[in-house]
């Protein structure tokens, strides 16, 4: 998720709950009373006996409180440098296949790379199937964008074991919610591990350090990379073959973060890029956004091509091949745009020409409060706005519901069609049924991580790529993955986009990728993209995420059935570490 609003989902439990006094009870023996309690000390981390704690787990769940304050401003840390985890044992069925595992939900310390001194308390659930070869079972981290989400929208969205049931891409009514046993599931070919960076869900620095100090495109990447490091070694998964998963700025993330385990000796067998920008300096490209535009109107009846298309995927060729033809010459030539340009334009979009005229022909043409015009000009007679993150979606755009800022609390029409399921059921699955709770609120959505972000980065040659000299954003990573391909030849990447994503558009993408600083004809063949009839948020579209599962299994497949890359690779991370 790119979103940059603020939604803190606080804590509640159900009938039943305990009574007074056990909070404080607790908090004086969480320690005990959290599996696998663990207490960074000066000299290394005193780690439990992990065996004895999977025993113990045979026995039943272990319940996990934890007292500690979360603060979420840029200047907020903790105090204490523990590690917890509540655990818990599930089954479910993928295909016709069961499946035993262990859901575990906790911090793990992340430490500062020059000191080895504590830097952060990292939460995360992972869910394990149990009784498996550490050393052949595939392990993959999952996160968010923002930057300052958590993991909470890809976690009961996409592949855990449980999903929300949505009504997308019509909004899902108020609660009742249900939260259903996961078809799609990617447990069946790997454990998951989904990550929360600092300043979001329950993670936080570990004092002196502070959150700020975690919030930029290196400082962010290089806590992730420790928080992986750490989780390997807590749960001797250092032999596995690895994933990555990243949505959003998550993609970027996912970029540099390859690099910096690569230069740390963790090779990676995989990468998914989920709704990418990689060059931040084309946000906003027209050219890139044309067939997103291309594609909400079509599916809202809009457009006006004759013959009408014969379906969505081949719309979208004939789309990208006029966007970056004819509408790139026009855009070029405005305002003596051809005629004939101008109406296949109106014919595309469903925009009258004195319309499109008056925004210059420019696709992503905002008003003075940042709305993009084409969103709330398509259907605007039926007193409705397209969605950014899913243009499917719509909501109310009259009255004062024009004057609501979309980017504010969540009000963009995507988000308020699944906001208040994401919030009830991770309330009800953390406490309930993971049995992870806390006296803090949960943030999903850190605000002020966005507006403290240190975009400056460099990149594996020692270049800026960050801020330009005139402080813009001109973020690019797209070069920091070329680097870890070009070094690890045999790293898989998918990139994954939905046709009716205006926030990062998949044509865009396309275009990044093809720029891409990778010039061996070998090594791109170990990357692919594919484009699914849904949204930024891919898997809430259920035809989708069962098209995106089976996309991520084969190439998960492909990375591990390759008996000869898994031993470059397992060589190459040996070389880093031995």
Same mark, same amino acid.
């Given at each position: 998720?790119?979103?940059?609003?603020?939604?803190?989902?606080?804590?509640?439990?159900?009938?039943?709950?305990?009574?007074?006094?056990?909070?404080?009870?607790?908090?004086?023996?969480?320690?005990?009373?959290?599996?696998?309690?663990?207490?960074?000390?000066?000299?290394?981390?005193?780690?439990?006996?992990?065996?004895?704690?999977?025993?113990?787990?045979?026995?039943?769940?272990?319940?996990?409180?934890?007292? %500690?304050?979360?603060?979420?401003?840029?200047?907020?840390?903790?105090?204490?440098?523990?590690?917890?985890?509540?655990?818990?044992?599930?089954?479910?069925?993928?295909?016709?296949?069961?499946?035993?595992?262990?859901?575990?939900?906790?911090? *793990?310390?992340?430490?500062?790379?020059?000191?080895?001194?504590?830097?952060?308390?990292?939460?995360?659930?992972?869910?394990?199937?149990?009784?498996?070869? *550490?050393?052949?079972?595939?392990?993959?981290?999952?996160?968010?964008?923002?930057?300052?989400?958590?993991?909470?929208?890809?976690?009961?969205?996409?592949?855990?074991?449980?999903?929300?049931?949505?009504?997308?891409?019509?909004?899902?009514?108020?609660?009742?919610?249900?939260?259903?046993?996961?078809?799609?599931?990617?447990?069946?070919?790997?454990? @998951?591990?989904?990550?929360?960076?600092?300043?979001?869900?329950?993670?936080?620095?570990?004092?002196?350090?502070?959150?700020?100090?975690?919030?930029?495109?290196?400082?962010?990447?290089?806590?992730?990379?420790?928080?992986?490091?750490?989780?390997?070694?807590?749960?001797?998964?250092?032999?596995?073959?690895?994933?990555?998963?990243?949505?959003?700025?998550?993609?970027?993330?996912?970029?540099?973060?390859?690099? !910096?385990?690569?230069?740390?000796?963790?090779?990676?067998?995989?990468?998914?890029?989920?709704?990418?920008? @990689?060059?931040?300096?084309?946000?906003?490209?027209?050219?890139?956004? *044309?067939?997103?535009?291309?594609?909400?109107?079509?599916?809202?009846?809009?457009?006006?091509?004759?013959?009408?298309?014969?379906? *969505?995927?081949?719309?979208?060729?004939?789309?990208?091949?006029?966007?970056?033809?004819?509408?790139?010459?026009?855009?070029?030539?405005?305002? +003596?745009?051809?005629?004939?340009?101008? $109406?296949?334009?109106?014919?595309?979009?469903?925009?009258?020409?004195?319309?499109?005229?008056?925004?210059?022909?420019?696709?992503?043409?905002?008003?003075?409060?940042?709305?993009?015009?084409?969103?709330?000009?398509?259907?605007?007679?039926?007193?409705?706005?397209?969605?950014?993150?899913?243009?499917?979606?719509?909501?109310?755009?009259?009255?004062?519901?024009?004057?609501?800022?979309?980017?504010?609390?969540?009000?963009?029409?995507?988000?308020?069609?699944?906001?208040?399921?994401? %919030?009830?059921?991770?309330?009800?699955?953390?406490?309930?049924?993971? $049995?992870?709770?806390?006296?803090?609120?949960?943030?999903?959505?850190?605000? +002020?991580?966005?507006?403290?972000?240190?975009?400056?980065?460099?990149?594996?040659?020692?270049?800026? $790529?960050?801020?330009?000299?005139?402080?813009?954003?001109?973020?690019?990573?797209?070069?920091? !993955?070329?680097?870890?391909?070009?070094?690890?030849?045999?790293?898989?990447?998918?990139?994954?986009?939905?046709?009716?994503?205006?926030?990062?558009?998949?044509?865009?993408?396309?275009?990044?990728?093809?720029?891409?600083?990778?010039?061996?004809?070998?090594?791109?063949?170990?990357?692919?993209?594919?484009?699914?009839?849904?949204?930024?948020?891919?898997? @809430?579209?259920?035809?989708?995420?069962?098209?995106?599962?089976?996309?991520?299994?084969?190439?998960?497949?492909?990375?591990?059935?390759?008996?000869?890359?898994?031993?470059?690779?397992?060589?190459?991370?040996?070389?880093?570490?031995?």
């Amino acid at each position: 998720m790119s979103r940059k609003a603020t939604t803190v989902i606080t804590p509640r439990r159900r009938a039943g709950m305990p009574a007074p006094g056990w909070a404080a009870r607790t908090a004086r023996n969480w320690q005990a009373y959290c599996s696998g309690g663990r207490r960074f000390q000066e000299g290394g981390i005193m780690s439990s006996n992990h065996a004895s704690v999977r025993a113990a787990g045979a026995a039943g769940d272990q319940p996990c409180f934890d007292p %500690t304050a979360y603060g979420t401003g840029p200047g907020d840390s903790v105090a204490e440098a523990s590690e917890n985890a509540a655990i818990t044992h599930h089954g479910t069925t993928i295909g016709k296949r069961a499946y035993q595992y262990t859901a575990t939900a906790g911090h *793990l310390v992340a430490v500062d790379a020059g000191s080895s001194q504590p830097a952060a308390k990292i939460f995360y659930v992972a869910f394990t199937v149990d009784g498996q070869d *550490l050393n052949t079972r595939p392990l993959t981290f999952f996160y968010n964008g923002g930057p300052g989400s958590s993991s909470v929208f890809v976690l009961l969205g996409s592949f855990a074991p449980k999903r929300i049931k949505t009504s997308m891409p019509g909004f899902t009514p108020p609660p009742p919610y249900t939260l259903e046993d996961n078809p799609d599931s990617l447990l069946d070919k790997s454990d @998951l591990v989904f990550i929360n960076p600092v300043g979001t869900g329950y993670s936080a620095a570990i004092a002196p350090f502070k959150n700020k100090d975690f919030w930029g495109v290196d400082q962010d990447a290089r806590s992730i990379t420790q928080f992986i490091k750490r989780y390997l070694t807590a749960n001797d998964r250092w032999n596995s073959p690895k994933f990555l998963f990243g949505e959003s700025y998550g993609t970027p993330r996912s970029a540099v973060l390859s690099y !910096l385990l690569h230069e740390d000796g963790v090779d990676l067998n995989g990468i998914t890029l989920q709704s990418s920008i @990689l060059d931040y300096s084309q946000a906003g490209n027209p050219i890139g956004a *044309l067939p997103t535009a291309v594609a909400d109107a079509w599916y809202h009846k809009k457009t006006r091509l004759t013959p009408p298309p014969a379906d *969505l995927p081949t719309l979208m060729e004939s789309a990208a091949l006029f966007a970056r033809s004819d509408y790139a010459k026009a855009l070029e030539k405005f305002p +003596k745009a051809d005629p004939a340009t101008l $109406k296949k334009l109106s014919d595309f979009t469903g925009i009258d020409q004195t319309t499109l005229t008056a925004w210059g022909l420019d696709i992503t043409a905002g008003d003075s409060h940042g709305r993009t015009l084409f969103l709330i000009s398509l259907l605007q007679s039926q007193g409705l706005a397209l969605g950014s993150y899913d243009g499917r979606v719509t909501g109310v755009d009259s009255g004062i519901a024009a004057d609501i800022s979309p980017n504010a609390g969540g009000n963009d029409p995507s988000m308020t069609a699944v906001a208040g399921v994401y %919030t009830a059921m991770w309330n009800n699955y953390l406490n309930d049924g993971l $049995k992870f709770t806390s006296n803090s609120a949960f943030t999903d959505l850190n605000d +002020k991580a966005f507006q403290n972000w240190d975009f400056s980065h460099i990149d594996p040659t020692g270049a800026q $790529k960050g801020i330009d000299a005139k402080g813009d954003v001109i973020l690019y990573t797209a070069g920091d !993955l070329a680097a870890t391909m070009s070094l690890n030849v045999d790293l898989k990447v998918l990139s994954a986009n939905g046709y009716y994503d205006f926030v990062t558009p998949f044509y865009q993408t396309v275009m990044d990728l093809q720029k891409m600083p990778l010039v061996d004809a070998a090594v791109r063949k170990n990357l692919s993209a594919k484009f699914y009839p849904s949204g930024h948020m891919i898997y @809430l579209e259920a035809a989708s995420r069962t098209a995106l599962k089976a996309d991520v299994a084969a190439m998960i497949d492909a990375a591990t059935s390759d008996h000869q890359a898994m031993a470059r690779i397992r060589s190459l991370q040996t070389l880093k570490t031995g």
